[in-house]
């Protein structure tokens, strides 16, 4: 049996030299465990004189304990290291500026839609929304649209193709979003304040039109809405939307779905290139309206001897391109990174009644 000293000095220095936690464990039980050195000379003692064990006994206990501390301590520093290489490597310094990150920017029409239904929502006007490609039905029978109406044209018109055989109704890319009209009354019923605001599609391309672009429709109906009331909110549209009191014209015009049906210009003035509105004698128009004819209401469900109220559609791109002087509108569809970044909104640039 080895002494107690050569014990002693044997795992002191066993545990001095183990470098990781599973090396301290295998010390550990070569000397404590249940067959460890130190463990079976304990077991010894029962085998002893008293007086062998009077000396033995106590000498051993010692050293036991005297172990036992020196692996707590070990683990206890080694623990204490694998902590400072961890947070050595994880250490970050939060003063240094992030890391710039691409980000997006808010299309224009994106945010100008947004700005308008936040406008007509404070007028009472929900939502309404339909699908891009319609039936002919909703986009030109049920909206009064004779069948040799010009408007249905192919030239004007997207067909969607139809194989040989196929004898669905014909679907067409919307020309406008007054199908919405339709859609919201069946849906809704009467009394009914909506605003449709989407893509619409028309064989067109050139310096100021593009084959796909967005409206916005907007239907009242009640008992007694008149002329008067589409006047009062779109007076009202455009000088919240605008920030400052805008003068509207309304020209006598015609829609196979409103009488009377107008046309309404906005008071604008070119100064130097300029186009700038709410001022000055000039004109620009920004959308089309009137009373919703009867057979639109029909259409919709709806009894024109109950019922009765206004629509009109404005285009959204050309509002955008008045507002924040954006010169063509061919742009809008281009996907040029330079021209978002430059026209684009930041995503905190909420649109609300009070920003400026
Ligand atoms: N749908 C018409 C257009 O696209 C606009 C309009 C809507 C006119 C509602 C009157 C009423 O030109």
Redesign the pocket.
């Known amino acids: 049996m080895d002494g107690i000293a050569e014990l002693r000095a044997k795992y002191l220095a066993e545990i001095g030299a183990a470098a990781g936690a599973d090396a301290l464990e295998g010390v550990r039980l070569a000397a404590l465990g249940k067959k460890g050195e130190i463990s079976l000379m304990m077991r010894e003692l029962g085998r002893m004189s008293p007086e062998e064990r009077q000396q033995a006994g106590p000498a051993l206990n010692g050293l036991k304990d005297e172990i036992d501390a020196a692996l707590r301590a070990r683990k206890a520093a080694l623990d204490d290291a694998a902590l400072d290489e961890r947070l050595k490597a994880e250490w970050l310094d939060v003063t240094l500026p992030a890391r710039p990150r691409p980000r997006g920017t808010i299309h224009p029409v994106s945010q100008v839609t947004e700005e308008m239904a936040a406008i007509f929502a404070d007028m009472g006007f929900a939502v309404a929304e339909g699908p891009q490609i319609e039936t002919d039905w909703y986009n030109f029978d049920a909206l009064n649209i004779a069948p040799e109406h010009p408007a249905r044209q192919e030239h004007d018109t997207f067909f969607m193709h139809r194989a040989d055989g196929d004898n669905r109704p014909p679907h067409v890319l919307r020309t ?1 979003t ?1 199908p919405v009209q339709i859609r919201a009354l069946q849906d809704q019923g009467a009394p009914i304040r909506v605003i449709a605001p989407g893509r619409v599609y028309r064989m067109d391309m050139d310096l100021t039109h593009t084959p796909m672009f967005h ?1 916005i ?1 907007g239907l009242a109906i009640d008992r007694d809405i008149t002329m008067a009331n589409l006047k009062w909110v779109l007076e009202e549209f455009f000088s919240a939307y605008f920030g400052q009191r805008v003068k509207t014209r309304f020209r006598a015009s015609h ?1 196979p ?2 009488e009377p ?1 107008a046309e309404v210009d906005i008071q604008c003035s070119w100064v130097g290139g300029q186009l700038k509105v709410g001022e000055g004698n000039g004109w620009m128009e920004v959308l ?3 009373m919703v004819h009867p057979n639109v209401l029909r259409a919709g469900g709806i009894d024109p001897d109950e019922w009765q109220g206004f ?3 404005m285009g959204i791109d050309r509002m955008a391109m008045l507002k924040y002087g954006i010169p063509d509108l061919r742009a809008f569809f281009e996907s040029d990174l330079r021209w978002l970044r430059h026209y684009g909104f930041g995503a905190l640039e909420a649109p609300s009644l009070h920003a400026g």
Do not use: L, N, R
């Open positions: 406008h007054s409206q429709e829609f779905f409103t049906s089309g309206s009137g629509a009109f559609g």
